[in-house]
């Protein structure tokens, strides 16, 4: 489940440590001589990238590709303790107590449509902010990114080696990165290498991962059924279901965000009624539905977290 991580041990964590051994396995490394008169070097430990200093050191990248074949496949608890263990022996340092600065948490999942089918049934979610691209799906703020993409279009214009098992087959990834203020996210003083392969820690980020996920609004498909009509207002409830069905929900949700910055309405709270309302008459039952879509990407994930091990 893990992916990229952000390493960084500062130098009080270490003591003394031989510059040499540290950069042995290093290649295309360079050193800097910056205005404070430190010396800086940065290098490669195959795909991660270090930064070296006095101050201490400092590794991004997939830890999943740097362990793994390739990051199709993502860190199990027992594979990240293993990576961090290989990252230990090869730079010559304690990594499992560096701290960590990022997280990406994610799985892949073998869907029956293309991953970009399932986007309009997912709406928004409260406290970030929803941005639709050719391939992907966002939802971010300044603390985590939540995001689902098509992993094969993503491999292949990385020109990556897509393995055997995923050629032509649909793979969406739902992804949740933590990238700001661990600590406080996680309610802990330090979050550390080492907790990344502690069960408790491992069992939350299954959770939050689940939970991120079930926190973003899901849009129904819309039943045309006239024969429900009992009354003129149940013909506009079914011409304006109609005309969001058109539209697309998720495109009508960002042109009232498009009021709310340009402050059409006098009234903050407008813009928050009007979304309250579209959300209500996509849920009314008899003339909605949930999706098939969202049936089964429910599934997946739900059934992700029961085998989180």
Not at 66 to 91: C, G, M, V, W
């Amino acid at each position: 489940m893990y992916d990229t991580i952000h390493f960084s041990l500062p130098i009080d964590r270490v003591g003394c440590f031989d510059y040499s051994k540290t950069m042995q396995h290093l290649s295309n490394y360079t050193e800097h001589l910056k205005n404070d008169g430190q010396v800086y070097v940065s290098g490669n430990l195959k795909n991660l990238r270090v930064s070296l200093s006095g101050q201490g050191i400092h590794l991004k990248g997939s830890l999943a590709k740097y362990f793994l074949p390739d990051n199709f496949h993502t860190l199990t608890r027992s594979d990240s303790k293993r990576a961090i263990e290989q990252l230990s022996d090869e730079l010559h340092l304690p990594m499992n107590q560096s701290k960590v600065n990022r997280i990406d948490f994610s799985d892949n999942f073998l869907m029956k449509y293309k991953p970009e089918s399932y986007y309009k049934y997912l709406g928004d979610s409260q406290h970030y902010n929803r941005l639709t691209q050719q391939r992907s799906l966002y939802y971010s703020n300044t603390l985590r990114t939540k995001l689902f993409y098509n992993k094969i279009a993503e491999a292949k214009y990385s020109r990556l080696t897509i393995p055997e098992v995923w050629s032509n087959q649909n793979v969406m990834r739902y992804e949740l990165r933590f990238t700001g203020k661990l600590p406080k996210q996680f309610n802990v003083s330090d979050v550390k290498a080492e907790m990344l392969y502690e069960e408790r820690f491992y069992i939350s980020l299954f959770d939050r991962w689940h939970s991120e996920y079930q926190s973003i609004d899901k849009i129904n498909s819309i039943n045309f059924n006239f024969s429900n009509m009992n009354s003129p207002k149940d013909f506009m409830k079914q011409l304006q279901l109609y005309a969001i069905a058109n539209i697309g929900q998720d495109r009508i949700m960002q042109e009232i965000e498009h009021l709310r910055t340009s402050k059409k309405f006098d009234k903050p709270e407008y813009y928050s009624r009007l979304k309250k309302d579209i959300k209500h008459l996509c849920s009314l039952p008899k003339l909605t539905e949930s999706s098939e879509l969202i049936d089964e990407l429910d599934k997946k994930i739900k059934d992700s977290k029961r085998y989180y091990r």
